[in-house]
T-cell receptor
Framework: SAVISQKPSRDICQRGTSLTIQCQVDSQVTMMFWYRQQPGQSLTLIATANQGSEATYESGFVIDKFPISRPNLTFSTLTVSNMSPEDSSIYLC??????????FGPGTRLLVL | TQLLEQSPQFLSIQEGENLTVYCNSSSVFSSLQWYRQEPGEGPVLLVTVVTGGEVKKLKRLTFQFGDARKDSSLHITAAQPGDTGLYLCAGAHTGNQFYFGTGTSLTVIP
């Protein structure tokens, strides 16, 4: 298993600004994922962030808007750049320590005004 | 895109009732997970099923993986208010590609 923490847990931001979300894992993991979720809805994968390589973005998500860092095997950041109200969502990181089981952080609730 | 359809999308039942949530796809998965998510928290893994036809029980929850590994079901017996939450299935392919279902929001009324 893995224990994941995210910072901040929630934030209210002005449009046009940027927010960096941190994800910390209690063990070394190769695979880390970033998701977006509207309240009560399913998860949409933004990108896969593997240490030692550039993040791989899903269709509809680009690096300029959602730059990701993965400096080591226990940490990653996702930046939501030039925010608009449409970026208001819950942002979740997850890891796959081994096998095919995924563990999630508690999420970051973002409201853009 | 590997689509996982869950049904029903919303479910509101009285405490003590039984219910079944379905997760269907046209794709074959190497494993399938079920998660429950409560408001303000991230999804929490309930179970992973890997073998076609496999049945796993977790107290009042029974999970089944279809024989062809394309679908799954979650059955809850004697639902309790603590079962309230968003239930998500997720199919995995070898190589750790995960595809999440559309979600089922369950409300159990005391």
């Amino acid at each position: 298993s893995a224990v994941i923490s995210q910072k901040p847990s929630r934030d209210i931001c002005q449009r046009g600004t940027s927010l960096t979300i941190q994800c910390q894992v209690d063990s070394q993991v190769t695979m880390m994922f970033w998701y977006r979720q509207q309240p009560g809805q399913s998860l949409t994968l933004i990108a896969t962030a593997n240490q030692g390589s550039e993040a791989t973005y899903e269709s509809g998500f680009v690096i300029d808007k959602f730059p990701i860092s993965r400096p080591n095997l226990t940490f990653s950041t996702l930046t939501v750049s030039n925010m608009s109200p449409e970026d208001s969502s819950i942002y979740l990181c997850s890891v796959v320590p081994s096998g095919e089981t995924q563990y999630f952080g508690p999420g970051t609730r973002l409201l853009v005004l | 895109t590997q689509l996982l359809e869950q049904s029903p999308q919303f479910l509101s039942i009285q405490e003590g009732e039984n219910l079944t949530v379905y997760c269907n796809s046209s794709s074959v998965f190497s494993s399938l997970q079920w998660y429950r998510q409560e408001p303000g928290e991230g999804p929490v893994l309930l179970v992973t099923v890997v073998t076609g036809g496999e049945v796993k029980k977790l107290k009042r929850l029974t999970f089944q993986f279809g024989d062809a590994r394309k679908d799954s079901s979650l059955h809850i017996t004697a639902a309790q208010p603590g079962d309230t939450g968003l239930y998500l299935c997720a199919g995995a392919h070898t190589g750790n590609q995960f595809y999440f279902g559309t979600g089922t929001s369950l409300t159990v009324i005391p």
